[in-house]
């Protein structure tokens, strides 16, 4: 009987043994164990509270070592090379350069919330963690799955990768992909990978801690969770950008569709905030939809809004009068109310005015709108006046609202009305000082262009023009603008073949527009031209996002070929 208790006991011991391995990654190094984060003796993580990224604790990433030679190697031929970051796009996803070739990587195994072209709870915070890592890194080195054979994702346009980064010099490598998972910023989604073993325990062992992800309690402080948005001018926006854009507020905006840009994405404008007046005194109460009660006459005999007293005496008016039944009882013949609101706005100040009215001045405020508009083109046509929800962001100095979708556009009116074009005589007035032209759409005149740069991930370039004063700004041409040359041709070479930048303008079926144009995605074609006329959208452009040296400068975003016409000499 002794004995039988004996074995008994013999096999609990060597069971509890067993147990308290960590399965996935090295058990067989007892010289190193795995801290396991169930919470006994990962930390003070608190599921109710927000966590911070050094709070997390990562052993499978500390653990797993880059045990495959990469020296000399090329990812794109051989499966795993060194490469440099070109830009971090998202959580799972960056551009990187590997000697001339620009290429994007989707991050293997992995799917952190959006950030770009939608926003979705984490997405911001995912994006700055592996932004964070790529930017600092020593090195970095990109490893293809040895077990799946698919080198492209769906989309055909990235490769699909295992990014391992050196921190500092003398440290380890870390695989990206796995520290994402251990930081609950992504599920696993890894099954059949090389690393399906490391990805899946480190997701299961996350998932108890219940964190980011996997909490649906605790809520992303950059995420805006309301239903709607909140309705703002595109004013207000531009006016409080920056404010607005640490975190992923979502609004609600209103203008002219004066710009398609693309397939995807439009560009709205609508004319500065009207001001509540009283003769030349400002009432500083916008007039707003957020904001449409009238002023009213108040206790004390003064213009009153809301609560506050505006310390404005209302000449001969009664307690308890709205600004328009002030002006009806001052006037023989007075407007009907809806009447006199059409006509309430002054583009003027008019110190007559002894009631109150709305100065508006003759200024423009532009912002883009991107998103998932396929099959919506009707929604979106020039001239419409259109309102839209979205989440507010910003790129490079240019403010947007992202993750518009068909529900997100209503259109307010469709009787078209001519969009406002600045008519910019001196490029020299385009500084990053002028803040009140950024994103405003003008019009410039006798362009030379003298050189430029090609995109080196898509379709796009930029051209490097100066005035007929030898003043300079570029233009920039987004790889979505359709900018189309002669039928002539299948194709047409409009880059030397030894130049470092050489693309071609082609005619392939697959580019051809409506009148059987082709595509020219090369800046040379229009080196030495002259632009009498072009028309685009002011914008900011900092390299510093495609991790690049930051160098913020102004350039004018064309979108419609329509918008430039060329001087013949």
């Known amino acids: ?94 551009q990187f350069t590997e000697g001339s070739f620009n290429f994007t990587a989707r991050f293997n195994g992995v799917d952190t919330p959006e950030s770009t072209y939608k926003v979705e709870p984490w997405g911001k915070s995912a994006s700055r963690f592996t932004k964070s890592k790529l930017t600092t890194a ?46 609950s910023y992504t599920t696993s989604k890894a099954s059949g990978s090389m690393y399906a073993e490391q990805m899946m325990e480190a997701d299961l062992k996350v998932q108890k801690l219940g964190v980011r992800v996997y909490n649906n309690t605790v809520k992303d402080p950059d995420y805006d969770y309301s239903e709607t948005g909140k309705y703002l001018s595109i004013q207000e926006i531009r006016e409080n950008a920056e404010e607005y854009g640490q975190s992923a507020i979502k609004v609600i905006v209103r203008g002219i569709v004066a710009r398609k840009v693309g397939s995807y994405s439009a560009y709205i404008q609508q004319q500065a905030d009207g001001v509540w007046y009283v003769g030349e005194t400002c009432l500083n109460v916008k007039q707003s939809e957020e904001t449409p009660d009238m002023p009213y006459v108040g206790e004390n005999g003064n213009w009153w809004y809301g609560d506050v007293d505006t310390e404005i005496k209302a000449v001969n008016g009664n307690v308890g009068q709205t600004a328009y039944q002030y002006y009806a009882a001052q006037e023989e013949t007075p407007l009907e109310e809806l009447e006199w609101m059409q006509g309430l706005e002054h583009n003027e100040i008019n110190g007559s005015l002894n009631y109150p009215y ?45 993750g518009v979708t068909a529900k997100g556009i209503e259109v307010l009116n469709r009787e078209k009305q001519e969009p406002h074009i600045y008519d910019i005589q001196d490029v020299t007035t385009l500084t990053l000082e002028n803040t009140q032209k950024f994103n405003t759409l003008v019009e410039l005149h006798n362009l030379y262009v003298y050189g430029g740069y090609n995109t080196k991930t898509s379709d796009g370039f930029t051209l490097y023009c100066r005035d007929s004063k030898n003043n300079r700004i570029n233009i920039r041409v987004d790889g979505n603008t359709a900018i189309h040359t002669t039928k002539d041709g299948e194709y047409i070479t409009v880059a030397d073949s030894t130049a470092t930048t050489a693309k071609k303008g082609y005619y392939s079926e697959a580019k051809l527009d409506a009148d059987g144009y082709g595509l020219v995605n090369c800046y040379q074609y229009f080196v030495g031209m002259t632009f009498e006329s072009l028309k685009g959208i002011v914008a900011v452009y900092d390299p510093a996002v495609e991790g690049e040296e930051s160098n913020a400068q102004v350039q004018i975003m064309l979108t419609l070929v329509s918008d430039i016409t060329l001087k013949v000499e």
Do not use: H
């Open 1 to 94: 009987m002794k004995k039988i208790w004996l074995f008994i006991l013999m096999g609990l011991f060597l069971f509890g043994i067993t147990s308290c391995e960590m399965p996935g990654v090295n058990n067989n190094n007892n010289d190193n164990p795995i801290v396991d984060p169930s919470g006994q003796s990962g930390g003070n993580i608190d599921p109710t509270q927000i966590v911070k990224d050094e709070d997390m604790v990562t052993p499978y990433t500390d653990q797993l070592k880059l045990n495959r030679s990469f020296a000399g190697k090329s990812f794109i031929n051989d499966g795993i090379g060194e490469v440099k970051l070109y830009v971090s796009t998202d959580g799972d996803t960056a």
């Open 138 to 183: 020593y090195k970095i080195v990109l490893q293809r799955d040895e077990i799946k054979t698919q080198v492209l994702d769906s989309t055909l346009k990235r490769y699909l990768a295992w990014v391992w980064y050196q921190p500092t010099a003398d440290s380890d490598f870390r695989l990206l992909n796995l520290e994402l998972v251990e930081q």
């Open 358 to 402: 709305v100065y508006r001045p003759l200024e423009w405020y532009g912002i883009y709108l991107y998103g998932g508009f396929s099959g919506q083109a009707s929604k979106l046509t020039i001239g419409y006046e259109v309102k839209v929800g979205g989440n507010f962001s910003m790129y490079a100095g240019s403010i947007q609202v992202t």
